[in-house]
């Protein structure tokens, strides 16, 4: 038997084309970096960032497949106010009262429920008001468990309802993140 290495860089990409410019993510980014600087984010080198979007975007593909029959959409980009927000999902299950859907794939611990996440909640907010919604269902992927008593990959899913005012306050205060730093 014969085993070589091979050294290949991932790809990761969404189902959803990026387009150049603005993104939701890259205010959110600079916002936390801003607002906690003596917590930037460890860099762990580009192979290992790049393994755990593969892993995220790996769920949310299979996501996206598995309940395309189920009245999920994975809706094209959306822009507003200058700045692009890609979604997961857009549950139409219920036409009249559609909900946002977000997939998150996570060494965090499940003890962990999304609320306890800045950056997702200031994400989900962003793209509730983009859609024009006021919940979302977090369907995350825990890999590591509780890191205890279940030390295995671990789904589990959440509803978060948020209000009008909740949403317009998060995007009227991430704009004018956006622009006080100059990035619009």
């Not at 890609?86 to 009249?96: E, M, Q, R, Y």
């Not at 030390?151 to 209000?163: G, M, N």
Request: net charge negative; with cysteine; hydrophobic share 35%.
């Amino acid at each position: 038997m014969k085993i070589t290495e091979l050294h290949e860089e991932l790809v990761a990409e969404s189902g959803v084309p990026r387009s150049p410019g603005l993104h939701l993510s890259d205010i959110i980014d600079d916002f936390l970096n801003t607002l906690y600087p003596a917590q930037q984010f460890k860099d762990q080198g580009e192979a290992t960032r790049q393994a755990n979007f593969e892993k995220g975007f790996i769920w949310e593909e299979v996501l996206s497949r598995a309940y395309a029959a189920r009245h999920i959409a994975r809706p094209d980009e959306i822009i507003c106010d200058g700045v692009a927000c890609s979604p997961d999902g857009i549950n139409l299950d219920d036409p009249a009262n559609p909900i946002l859907e977000e997939y998150k794939c996570t060494n965090y611990s499940s003890k962990r429920p999304p609320d306890d996440n800045l950056r997702w909640i200031l994400q989900v907010k962003g793209y509730c008001y983009v859609v024009g919604v006021n919940k979302c269902i977090f369907r995350v992927l825990y890999l590591q468990g509780d890191y205890r008593e279940h030390r295995h990959t671990l789904p589990k899913f959440y509803t978060i309802e948020f209000s009008d005012i909740e949403l317009q306050e998060n995007w009227d205060m991430l704009i004018k993140h956006a622009k006080a730093k100059g990035m619009l």
